[in-house]
């Protein structure tokens, strides 16, 4: 049991060590060292603390990722854009170069195609964020079910050294003779 119980504790150490080594080089590429956490302005007290990982992954993601993306084309989503963008691209292949609609044509595209790849990278980070926050979840769900595996451990094996200890000691033995009174 304790072998499972260091696997789990082992697991858990891995993934918090992943996602601080994260943190720590996101606050690097910071210019003011401000980390990702540090910059939501959501009123936990615990943000930014290195006990607290999780929190913050979620609220980034969900909160100012997904609010940002819900701006960035009239809240379309990537594949609405990437098909509006398919649809104009097809349109102008039909349409002559020499068209006064061609060069208004070109621009809306290249508003259509940038739209998309920002909606791309950022649906793909929130996506990365919010699985990050989800393994972080689970490491924690996991640390505490191996504590209490290591407190179950102890208990058993406390019972066991009950047991031998109680088992080793012989109770006194009450010699009778057969016919000799017994005082009650």
């Not at 499972?4 to 994260?22: E, F, K």
């Not at 990537?78 to 068209?99: C, D, H, R």
Request: proline content about 2%.
């Amino acid at each position: 049991m304790s072998d499972a119980t260091d696997r789990c504790s082992l697991g858990v150490r891995i993934s918090q060590q992943l996602i601080r080594a994260s943190q720590e080089a996101q606050e690097k590429r910071n210019e003011q060292g401000n980390s990702v956490a540090n910059r939501l302005s959501t009123g936990d007290a615990r943000r930014g603390s290195r006990g607290s990982l999780g929190l913050p992954l979620l609220l980034y993601a969900a909160d100012f990722i997904g609010k940002h993306l819900q701006g960035v084309a009239g809240g379309k989503t990537y594949s609405q854009v990437s098909s509006a963008a398919i649809a104009l691209s097809s349109q102008i292949a039909s349409t002559p170069k020499t068209a006064p609609s061609y060069a208004t044509l070109q621009s809306q595209l290249a508003t259509l195609n940038g739209q998309k790849a920002t909606l791309f990278q950022g649906e793909m980070l929130r996506g990365t964020l919010l699985n990050a926050w989800g393994w972080w979840t689970l490491g924690v769900y996991t640390t505490y079910a191996g504590i209490g595996l290591l407190v179950a451990a102890l208990g058993v094996l406390g019972a066991l050294v009950f047991e031998l200890v109680a088992a080793g000691r012989r109770p006194e033995s009450i010699k009778v003779k057969v016919g000799q009174r017994i005082a009650a």
